[in-house]
Structure formats: structure tokens, C-alpha cells
């Protein structure tokens, strides 16, 4: 995650103190010295999580964030998300209507590659 925080501009002088503040954010101060291979697909989609936080990007796309995750870390995965999102514009796709209407403020339907519906 460091390396990401580096490439998104993150000061030298905050740099640990935001790597370990995002990775406790995410729910991985448990496993923050073990190596990527050895999470499960869950932990893997929450370290992708904090690694597109990282850096207070404006724009953040997340292709099914929650996806692989147990019903406990994808709640607290939405509660990071709502947490984030202010001031920012955030890309989600999902299949998870329940996903769509907790976390969205625009919702568009997309069936066989076209765009069917679009609302707030």
C-alpha cells in the first residue's frame, strides 16, 4: 500500500502514519505483515479497497467492492465507503441491488451491454 500512496502523492512526512491508518480502515491491522498471496479473496478485495482510497483521489472506480466479502466486512466495507465518498465521485458497479441502493445517489441499469435505466 505504500508504494500505491507514494505514486498517488502522499507526503513523505505522513506516509506511514496513512498507510496505517487506511489499512485500519479497511479491517487488515490483523494481517499487516503478511504477504498478499496469503489473504483470502475477502481481505484481497479489502486491500484493493485501500489501495483505491489511498491518496484522497477525486475520482475512485470500484468494480464489485464487496464482492467475495462476509456479510460482517461488507457492512463495515459500506460504512467505509459512505464515510468516503463526500466530496468525491465514486464509480461502483455491482449485482447486489441492496449495494446499488445503500450506496448510491445515482443508480443505472445495465442489461446486455446497454444501459436500460438510469435514476436517482
Not at 494481517?31 to 491518496?55: D, E, F, H, P
Not at 460482517?72 to 466530496?87: D, E, V
Amino acid at each position: 500500500m505504500e508504494i500505491f500512496a507514494i505514486l498517488k502523492g502522499v507526503d513523505d512526512d505522513f506516509l506511514e502514519q496513512k498507510v496505517l491508518q487506511m489499512i485500519d480502515e479497511v479491517g487488515l491491522m490483523d494481517k499487516v505483515n503478511t504477504m498478499v498471496g496469503a489473504l483470502s479473496g475477502g481481505m484481497k478485495r479489502k486491500l484493493s479497497l485501500g489501495i483505491a482510497l489511498i491518496g484522497n483521489s477525486k475520482v475512485i472506480i470500484l468494480d464489485e467492492p464487496t464482492s467475495g466479502m462476509d456479510p460482517y466486512s461488507m457492512r463495515s466495507t459500506w460504512q467505509l465507503i459512505k464515510k468516503i465518498k463526500k466530496g468525491r465521485i465514486v464509480l461502483l458497479t455491482t449485482h447486489s441491488m441492496d449495494e446499488a441502493d445503500v450506496l448510491g445517489d445515482r443508480i443505472a441499469i445495465m442489461a446486455n451491454g446497454r444501459l436500460r435505466c438510469c435514476g436517482r
